[in-house]
């Protein structure tokens, strides 16, 4: 059998873009997934059966707003009820929308801290005891631009900068039983709401590898950390094409 198989894996939002090939990648190296969504049930649900199709019963959906102090306090409890254990948490969802300073609003506030930073926090507070139990890991999903200043994102910038220091914490408060890793993205998709053509040309010219990166960049990168990364923790991988040394 695959090292691999019986390892059960949550992913905050898990049902489409990153989150898919992430699930997807993970699930091809023989690892059980439980897949978070908010709104997106029906690409969740098509992934489930996508994955169930391949090796049966191998992949779950559970459904719950991350703003909600009572969805993330019973998602932890809701997944083990069906898995039985937990062995890797994966903090990807994530709300991200600009917040001009003039025109922030508490929601925004909420909204951005609580997907980005609180969340993830909680999630990991509720998992900590069942992932010492499997000498587990979490992964936590955060940003180039947690360092880099992202025009009129004066709340989304910071909550990412939160969640690389509580990846540094964690790490330390876990450990030895359970690594903390953080993955930082670059220019892997382009948002929903596509840019011009211009802004998008001016951005890969930042990019010294001259090209966005894909999905598969990121999932082949947590896989790594997963399964072969055993001496490290509290590190920040940037996937970014080098963008973060310009």
């Known amino acids: 059998m695959n090292d691999q198989d019986n390892k059960w894996v949550l992913i905050t939002g898990g049902a489409k873009r990153i989150g898919a090939k992430v699930a997807k990648t993970l699930h091809a190296s023989g690892m059980n997934l439980a897949i978070h969504y908010n709104s997106s049930n029906q690409d969740a649900e098509s992934l489930r059966d996508e994955l169930n199709s391949i090796r049966a019963d191998s992949t779950m959906v559970f459904g719950a707003n991350l703003t909600s102090d ?102 330390r408060d876990l450990a030895p039983d359970v690594r903390v890793n953080g993955v930082a993205p670059g220019m892997i998709l382009w948002p929903e709401k596509e840019p011009p053509e211009n802004i998008k040309e001016k951005i890969i010219a930042q990019i010294p590898l001259r090209r966005s990166g894909s999905p598969k960049d990121i999932a082949n990168t947590i896989k790594f950390l997963i399964e072969d990364a055993d001496y490290m923790t509290g590190q920040i991988i940037a996937v970014d094409g080098g963008r973060g040394i310009n």
């Open 70 to 171: 009572e969805a993330v306090d019973r998602l932890i409890p809701d997944v083990l009820s069906k898995t039985g254990r937990l062995d890797v948490l994966i903090n990807n969802a994530s709300t991200f929308y600009p917040t001009p300073i003039d025109d922030i609003t508490y929601d925004d506030w909420n909204s951005l801290m609580g997907t980005n930073l609180k969340a993830p926090m909680f999630l990991c507070k509720h998992a900590a005891e069942h992932l010492r139990q499997t000498k587990g890991c979490i992964i936590n999903m955060v940003d180039i631009h947690a360092s880099k200043p992202l025009s009129n994102h004066p709340v989304y910038g910071p909550a990412k900068s939160g969640l690389v220091m509580l990846t540094r914490s964690l790490a």
